[in-house]
């Protein structure tokens, strides 16, 4: 009997407890993916010129540094951890490329390694300080998140356009398939990012230990796993990713601006959560990130079809969405919320 | 059970070789001396259960075993090679793996993975997921554990999940395997499936060292049992020369007090308060996994002693009482009306005080001060818009400063500065300007000085005079037996006995219940 | 009781020493800026009196800082809760966008009438922004950094949805004195500010709500075992962070009589952070201090002051405010303070550990 009214009471507070586990991590992906689907179905229905393959094509060209920079913060937010400084990387590396490229001359095959290398470091640092000190890690990433920004300002305070004929080839390339259907070298790179981060999180040692941290810090760390090593590692990961989409924002804007990639980071993390990463960590898909990009590029195509709709619908739909997911996650964990 | 023949005789000089030995083991915590000279000798294939209560350093010589705090002196020998852990991984490469009470995998992630994760069978580089699983359900079937190694953790019972903790350890190393309380959640047939696993281990010739507060389990599963006391080895004896009784007499203190010492037990009139209708009856209360079904009559003016060992549902007793969890089931009434007590705001507003024994975690805020904390119970309970005036504020902090002879007598000291003793004192204050009609009080003496526990005992025979029921937790059995009334015996969560408190009731009656769960 | 007033007057002397101590960092550094500031402009410190109206540095800093005052005092109630509320600078913006529309709509903009319906509407909405907040945190048990992320992402679109993208510009005489307007010589904006602080202090301080908040944040198990409602104090503390940024938004578009949903409180919410770290409020929760967040929020103030008097591009003082953010959390780890202050640590005296505390102790080490 007592057990009758526990589980009774657990089936309460847990709605979802009588789906397993593995199936409920799953459920906002699912989500995601036909909130996806709809989205374009209404749009192929309602807007003429909607239903192409292109449009679809132009959702990766027109957030293929999103998608770099939501890779990264799923990494971070895998652990549990939360990284808002990633923004204001992108920022920065898109006027370090353009200063050293234009001002000073500096050839491609130079700069980029070092921009990678310049973000992979700053992450390295925010990771130690985090692990170190054991300071929230929002907070320190706030502090990268100004010190970035500024940095840009110390630069130069105006856009810097990139005229270097080398940038602009790579950044008017179009790689045709067929039926005359085309994308950027920034997607290539981008899925490639993609891939990578799949197989990394879901076949190495290192990717287990991210997932692993993620579920239980203390328990990683009794379990002899290099759970600090692993902590200062995603957020290495999530600023090297920043300076990658850094550059290929570059490559989309041909120019450097400390005002680019405002507010990146709250993209970034939208899609993250929408493409069903758990914020409290341990759970979630690098793939369910993807489409969390898709999702956020799909609601901008929309509100661009529709015309009478205004840009900033955008934010107002993902701040519905962040909203219903979170509460969706909310339901889903289990724990009861504190009684009284 | 093994017999005792396959046991390795200590005293054998020519018997087989200890996997694991430690001597003289110190082990200093800043104004504390957790561990002094403390020995411990582990043999291949033998279950070994340490015992000990509060304080005895159990938890701190496990974790100086297992690497999480480094020793201050003393050897440790394993498999004839000396060793200084520096932290959890080198213990495991040395071969010591442990069990936690709470299982310390992780949920998130899949069966094989808890049990293989870093170190996995890799390929190119890469984690080979079909051999990985393979190798995990190999090691399942080989103890003859059914599960499905794809699925996540989560998904399985608290005891389940426990086995492939045990699984992982194992894997990772096969020598010495501690299990520190890995029976405390579980049920009956899951302590069960969990024993019969242990013993397999055992038969394979790991040797196991068991850590458990239950009485029963350590004469059904262990071969030997080494006892501490007070940070100090009380004695290591194989487990046919012990009984319950003896056992428990080992791990409370050696001599008892005689009837004499207790000469100011204070039953007299015990009868005449029990008469009545009580202040708080309780019927068949429970909660799954931490106490069992109980009924307890409070009257007025009455103590009632809770006897038991560490771990046994003492607290657990108290704290459905106060609403500080909820119950599963039963009924409680307060003088004939029946209430529910849902969370403490409804017990509080129903005249319950309760003094937690985690002082710091759960009873006081330390960056308040003194004189907010003694107040804070009054306060929460008018609500933040209506506030003490700071002279009556102050008035009563002043009064139970005096009253109490807390110090420093500053109330406005940040509480956190005090010591043990007067910070119990603080938290008895703020229940007691509260005019509780039931006070609880968990472990009110533990880790305080002699003066201050005095003290807490004469207020305690106080307040019951002046018609204040209390509810007292102590695992000192001449306190209880000074105090109380009536004593309730608490044994493995389950209330066995409730006493009349009469010159019947020795030290070793108490004793006997305790450790074997029948009055006789 | 007839040795009452000896008494308390001991425990004032007592229980004022670690305030002031509090207190002590943040205004030496305020002090220094300002000094600094002197090197630099040696009429920095003059105050002048010109059409009945305060003109200076000084009284620059105190109006351009009112709203983050504001912000920063609502902020230092929520991570008192161990909370934190990203969603302020959304709320700025929405109060302001809300406003400026009502009055630009309204028959008589000029009107007093006008002008308090517009204040009314903007605190309305703020009251259930601040509600929403403290349901999800409090009745749902979201993480508060979780769940203000959510206003924090749509409250730009919503106010720029307010002023369909435009900026809008008012001409309200009433309107314009919230944010620039004069009383009695000094900017309404600083007279404003320093009664909500005031209020705030005293409504804490002298109902129990600032104890029961402290007590709650410093530690929540503890406030739950003594019976203390918590849910609704959470609500309270986001629903008064929200009203602060209502009146601080009310202040900024009032003073350049416009509102803009884009830009309006951008980042105000980390500045507002920062002056309450800065003001010795830890972000653990538990004991706040308004009179540091105000300190706080002057020193964030005067920083951008200098460096926009030093010349360099204003927007390097986000560099300036990273090192200060690393360097007061750094000093605020207990972590930290153990590695580098080692030394100092160990020649404490242990002697006041009784032998009778050690089981005690030794089981909160173990």
Known sequence: ?340 | MASPSTTPRPTDAGGPRPVLEAQGIRKQFPGVLALDGVALRLFPGEVHALMGENGAGKSTLIKVLTGVHPADGGTLVVDGRPHAFADPLQAQQAGISTVYQEVNLCPNISVAENILIGREPRRFGLIHWSAMRQRAAELLTELDLDLDVTSLLDSHSLAVQQLVAIVRAVDVSAKVLVLDEPTSSLDREEVAQLFTLVRRLRDRGVAILFVTHFIDQVFDLCDRVTVLRNGQLEGEYPIGELTPVTLVQRMIGGELATLDQLSGRSHEGAAVRAAGVPFLRARQLTRTGSIEPYDLDIHAGEVIGLAGLLGSGRTEVARLLFGADGADAGEVSIEGEKVVLRTPRHAIARGIAFCSENRKSEGLVGELTVRENIILALQAARGWTRPLARATQDELARHWIEALDIRPADPEAQVRHLSGGNQQKVLLARWLLTAPRLLILDEPTRGIDIGAKAEIQKLVARLAGEGTSVLFISAELEEVLRLSHRIAVLRDHRMVATLANDDTVTPERLLTTIATGTDS | MTTQPAKSEAAGGVGRRPAGHRLLWPALILLALLLGNLAFHHDFFSVRVRDGHLYGSLIDILQFGAPLILVALGMTLVIATRGIDLSVGSTVAIAGALACGHISTAARPGSVATMLTAVALALGVALALGLANGFLVSGLGVQPIVATLILMVAGRGVAQLITDGQIITVTSAPYKMIGGGYWLTFPFAVLLAAGLVALTAFVTRRSALGMLIESVGGNPAASRLVGIRAGGLLALVYVVSALCAAVAGLMISSNVSSADGNNAGLWIELDAILAVVVGGTALTGGRFSVGGTVLGALIIQTLSTTVYTLGVPPETSLVFKAFVVIVVCLVQSPVFRAKVLRRRRTTTPRSHTTAGAAPQQQEAGA
């Open chain 1, 1 to 340: 009997m007592s057990t009758g009214i526990a589980s009774a009471a657990a089936q309460l507070t847990r709605p979802f407890a009588a789906v397993s586990p593995r199936t409920r991590t799953r459920i906002p992906l699912i989500v995601t993916a036909l909130l996806l689907v709809v989205m374009f179905s209404v749009g192929s229905v309602r807007y003429e010129g909607f239903l192409s393959a292109q449009v679809v094509l132009n959702l990766l060209i027109d957030n293929g540094f999103l998608l770099v920079v939501a890779v990264g913060a799923t990494f971070v937010i895998l652990t549990g951890g939360i990284d808002l400084s990633v923004g204001s990387m992108v920022a920065l590396s898109t006027m370090l490329t353009a200063w050293l490229v234009e001002s000073h001359g500096w050839s491609l095959a130079t700069v980029i390694p070092l921009v990678l290398l310049v973000g992979a470091a700053s992450g390295t640092l925010m990771g130690w300080i985090i692990h170190t000190f054991e300071i929230q890690p929002f907070i320190v990433t706030l502090a990268g998140m100004f010190l970035a920004r500024g940095l840009c300002y110390t630069i130069s305070t105006e856009s810097i356009t990139i005229s270097d004929p080398t940038t602009a080839g790579i950044a008017q390339t179009r790689l045709y398939g067929p039926g005359g259907l085309f994308v950027s070298v920034p997607v290539v790179i981008a899925l490639a990012v993609l891939v990578i981060a799949f197989v990394v999180l879901h076949h190495t040692r290192f990717g287990r230990n991210v997932y692993a941290l993620g579920g239980n810090e203390s328990s990683a760390r009794l379990m002899g796993l290099p759970a600090g090593s692993t902590k200062i590692a995603v957020y290495a990961v999530s600023g090297l990713c920043s300076a990658l989409g850094g550059l290929l924002l570059t490559f989309y804007m041909l120019s450097g601006y400390a005002l680019h990639a405002m507010g990146m980071e709250l993209d970034a993390i939208a899609a993250t959560v929408i493409g069903g990463t758990l914020l409290t960590g341990g759970s979630g898909f690098v793939l369910g990130t993807a489409v969390g990009v898709l999702v956020l590029g799909m609601i901008q195509t929309v509100v661009n079809f529709q015309g009478t709709l205004s840009s900033w619908w955008t934010r107002i739909v993902i701040g519905a969405l962040l909203l219903v997911f979170i509460v969706l996650q909310r339901l889903m964990s289990g724990r009861r919320p504190a009684a009284d």
